[in-house]
């Protein structure tokens, strides 16, 4: 079991940065491929970016390939999104997840999620 709690959403302005965090309790945080997805209001949960279990490897979405940036820390138990060069379009709320495979931006293929952090990025 894997729960999962997420921090450092905001409101910034178009061009801006935000650091979101995911912190993870469990001592089998670092076997699992760690994602982050976002849903905007009246819109589907979207694929933002996962990393591999060791950190390794990582797999964006293409628009926001470029500006964000994840990574882990296993000591920590914790999974960072920097997010640069935001956008208005990248207002939602975001969510961190867990899943045992790598690679998929499937929501139904991560086994754990957190509750959400607001991001709102003004233009």
């Known amino acids: 079991q894997v729960q999962l709690v997420e921090s450092g959403g905001g409101l910034v302005q178009a061009g801006g940065s935000l650091r979101l965090s995911c912190a993870a309790s469990g001592r089998t945080f670092s076997s699992y491929a760690m994602g982050w997805f976002r849903q905007a209001p009246g819109k589907e949960r979207d694929f933002v970016a996962a990393?591999?279990?060791?950190?390794?490897?990582?797999y964006y979405a293409d628009s926001v390939k470029g500006r964000f940036t994840i990574s882990r820390d296993n000591a920590k138990n914790t999974v960072n999104l920097q997010m640069n060069s935001l956008k208005p379009e990248d207002t939602a709320v975001y969510y961190c997840?867990?899943?045992?495979?790598?690679?998929?931006?499937?929501?139904?293929?991560?086994?754990?999620w957190g509750q959400g952090t607001q991001v709102t990025v003004s233009s």
């Open positions: 997840a867990a899943a045992r495979l790598f690679g998929t931006r499937f929501s139904r293929d991560y086994n754990y």
């Open positions: 990393v591999n279990w060791s950190g390794a490897s990582t």
